[in-house]
């Protein structure tokens, strides 16, 4: 890739943006909050062996994971199967974040995103957010803009 070359994603279809954090509020409370770091490469993995349950891609971003989904329909299936990583382990941190009152606090925010309703540019970087989720194309024609990165293609 020459390191001058504008590139942009491309995703088809719609898509679901998921954002899960945690903080720490009680350093001390080891058992609180070290659950979540042992929980979380466990699903990562399951996840990343099994596509069909529709994780797209992701990152951490400090203590927080930005996730790319097919939909919610997926997201919310992996979360709630029993088969899976992800019920246990939330039930588990449930209970001790329980016992330790306040010590860890956890959040996450879900976006779904229609079709072409999303803007990216990414100059001198590899792959990264929904360019590795997606594909990256060149950023040029009208995608050479943020608003034409947005818009819709002319028909």
Same mark, same amino acid.
């Given at each position: 890739?020459?390191?001058?070359?504008?590139?942009?994603?491309?995703?088809?279809?719609?898509?679901?943006?998921?954002?899960?954090?945690?903080?720490?509020?009680?350093?001390?409370?080891?058992?609180?909050?070290?659950?979540?770091?042992?929980?979380?490469?466990?699903?990562?993995?399951?996840?990343?062996?099994?596509?069909?349950?529709?994780?797209?891609?992701?990152?951490?971003? &400090?203590?927080?994971?930005?996730?790319?989904?097919?939909?919610?329909?997926?997201?919310?299936?992996?979360?709630?199967?029993?088969?899976?990583?992800?019920?246990?382990?939330?039930?588990?941190?449930?209970?001790?974040?329980? %016992?330790?009152?306040?010590?860890?606090?956890?959040?996450?925010?879900?976006?779904?995103?229609?079709? &072409?309703?999303?803007?990216?540019?990414?100059?001198?970087?590899?792959?990264? &957010?929904?360019?590795?989720?997606?594909?990256?194309?060149?950023?040029? &024609?009208?995608?050479?803009?943020?608003?034409? %990165?947005?818009?819709?293609?002319?028909?």
């Amino acid at each position: 890739m020459n390191p001058t070359t504008r590139l942009t994603a491309e995703l088809e279809g719609d898509f679901v943006v998921f954002l899960i954090g945690f903080r720490i509020n009680t350093l001390w409370r080891i058992s609180a909050w070290l659950p979540v770091f042992r929980a979380m490469p466990k699903m990562l993995k399951e996840l990343a062996e099994h596509p069909e349950m529709g994780l797209l891609g992701g990152r951490f971003a &400090g203590l927080t994971l930005i996730q790319y989904w097919r939909s919610t329909e997926h997201l919310n299936a992996y979360a709630q199967s029993r088969q899976n990583e992800h019920l246990p382990a939330w039930r588990a941190f449930n209970q001790n974040a329980r %016992r330790a009152k306040g010590a860890v606090g956890i959040w996450h925010e879900t976006y779904r995103v229609a079709a &072409g309703q999303y803007e990216t540019v990414y100059v001198d970087m590899p792959a990264f &957010g929904l360019g590795q989720a997606g594909k990256l194309v060149p950023a040029s &024609g009208r995608r050479e803009t943020a608003a034409g %990165r947005i818009s819709p293609p002319a028909v």
